[in-house]
């Protein structure tokens, strides 16, 4: 907690980071804060500022700009709170990314590019195309050591125009940077220009899991990481996960990916089985009809169970010169798949209303029409229309 005073507050519009409707409220500069502002790869903090929770802290030159949903009144005495479990898993990622960063160009010669703290992992951008299974096993070795070997974490200011800036390792300074350069040393290990929060000791880390790589920009790599209480939680969502299939397979952890295995080759034999059945069914379907006495001029079917595969089976059956089929398969009330076939001159007509009924959307060629239907409930207002049409082309049916 920390005591301040509000030096500004106007009105503002917040955009939510996952998108949506903009959210109204203030902009609102204090004295000075303890909330970092998002910047360097990391986050901002969250916390209240009274009572009024703080939503967003961005920064603007030297200023840090609090977002709030209640205005507070210029040169107020207000006490700032940080969230700071969310402050510690921010400053446990930020100190790996630094340590993993500084080793691997150690051990590999791999520069950092860039990096970014993600809500659930975090992930470094590595300047080579290439990392190994054997350089990531070595590389989570030595940084997990040096964790064990409490290494300090110091930060120090250095004035802009301070030569020892030259030596210190960098990506380089805001354009609109001001005041002093901020430096942070882990021992022995690294020196490293950044405004974001940090550990002071490595045995804060923890333990450090580098969940492997993935491929990247054009020649890059990303490294992906867990630092600390990240690593406990997917530990204990690993364990759950591992109770849950053990319960279910009805047998131990080290024979869950062979009874996984059985289990799709006897799926994909079922699937195997069941198509067969399906195909056989449309063709009794289709005999069925063609055997009856009666006029042959409309077919309707929907069916649960089924494919495009399916409807298909029973158009090439039933012949679509002289018959218009309607066929639907999947939940009666909800989504699934639709084919309208028959005389091309009529399908061509029908064919964009029946999906417009449907509320889906399709496209047809040759006596073809089918596609996604978003609400199957309206087939029978379909087959009003199809019946409808018949009667005008056949006035006297």
Known sequence: ???????????????????????????????????????????????LIGDVPVLRVTRRGPEAVHFVPAALEPGAEVL?????ERRFDHMQQHSGQHLISAVAEQMFGFKTTSWELGRQRSVIELDTPLVTAE????????????IRDRVPVTVRELAADDPEIETVRSRGLPDDHAGPVRVVDIKGIDSN?????????LSDLQVIKLLGVEKGKKNKTNLVFLVGNRVLKSIEQSHSTEKALTSLLKNGPGEHVEAVKRLQSSVKLLQKNNLNLLRDIAVLIARDFKSKPGP????????????????????N????????????VGDEKEAGLFLLAGPVEAVENLGPRVAELLAGKGAGKRGRFQGKAAKMSRRGEVQALLQEFIGHQNPGA
Not at 193 to 201: E, M, P, R
């Open 193 to 201: 220009l950044c405004c974001g929060t940090h550990v002071s000791n």
């Open 317 to 328: 059956e039933i012949g679509t010169e002289e018959t218009l089929l309607f066929l639907t």
């Open 80 to 84: 700032l709170s940080l969230d700071w």
């Open 135 to 146: 350089q990531v096993e070595a590389l989570e070795k030595s940084v997990n050591e040096k």
């Open 1 to 47: 907690q920390f005591t301040t005073r509000v030096v500004s507050c106007r009105a503002a519009e917040l955009r939510p980071e996952g998108g949506g409707e903009p959210v109204r409220g203030f902009q609102v500069v204090l004295e000075d804060t303890i909330l970092f502002p998002e910047g360097g790869g990391q986050p901002d903090d969250r916390g």
């Open 296 to 315: 042959k001029q409309l077919f309707v079917l929907h069916r649960k169970e089924g494919d495009s595969e399916f409807m298909n089976i029973i158009a």
